[in-house]
């Protein structure tokens, strides 16, 4: 497809699980972001990935959660040992360009509740 | 710390009519900044930017005006249209950055 496609569309998870969410950009893209967005807010940044290299993980909430692009395409979301505050949508963008914020293209999501 | 503010959770309008959405920010560095839609089940959508060199960015029935002194920046829509109706959220960045620093959103409903 054109998009930025995500998978699954929904997750539940059991407190203590581990889940892991897939993002396949658009392609060409070289940069890949993954955000976090909350019940009533805006997204959050998580991680951001220009090609394989991951540039920036300052918004990751902490060593549970792990991002990946091996080969500068796909990338995965990984958040071990899942907590209830880790209830969320969380969306992947991509973007052409490597060295500046520009429009991002956002896939629809994932919504992950742990129970 | 919310760094970027939308005050008004939401905001009903007739159709044909003008809709204002309005943001706040308060991290002068940003310098770049842009206006999301989003529909229900679906991802975001770009909608329309303006960096800090222009007052005013405008395309089509969209205008994104950009106060630099108060920072603010306000979203027009100018006619309204049911299909308008959406969350809006408003985002900012450094432009050389890689990173966008979202508002909590604001829900706009256009009535027919």
């Known amino acids: 497809g054109a998009g930025v496609s995500q998978s699954p569309r929904y997750k539940v998870a059991k407190r203590g699980q581990d889940v892991a969410l897939r993002c396949d950009p658009i392609s060409g893209h070289v940069s890949l972001f993954w955000y976090q967005q909350a019940l009533g807010q805006g997204p959050e940044f998580l991680t951001y990935f220009q090609n394989e290299a991951q540039l920036d993980k300052s918004g990751l909430p902490s060593d549970r959660f792990f991002a990946e692009r091996p080969e500068g395409s796909v990338s995965t979301l990984k958040i071990q040992r899942t907590q209830q505050e880790d209830s969320a949508v969380y969306l992947c963008?991509?973007?052409?360009?490597?060295?500046?914020?520009?429009?991002?293209?956002f896939g629809s999501g994932t919504q992950l509740s742990v129970l | 710390d919310q760094q970027v503010k939308q005050n008004s959770p939401s905001l009903s309008v007739q159709e044909g009519r003008i809709s204002i959405l309005n943001c706040d920010y308060t991290n002068s560095m940003f310098d770049y900044f842009l206006w999301y839609k989003k529909y229900p089940a679906e991802g975001p959508t770009f909608l329309i930017s303006?960096?800090?060199?222009?007052d005013k960015n405008e395309d089509g029935r969209f205008t994104v005006f950009l106060n630099k002194s108060a920072k603010h920046l306000s979203l027009h829509i100018v006619p309204s249209q049911p299909g308008d109706s959406a969350v809006y959220f408003c985002a900012a960045s450094v432009l050389y950055g890689n990173k966008l620093v979202f508002g909590a959103g604001t829900i706009l409903r256009v009535k027919s």
């Open positions: 963008a991509s973007s052409l360009a490597p060295d500046r914020v520009e429009k991002l293209f």
């Open positions: 303006i960096s800090s060199i222009k």
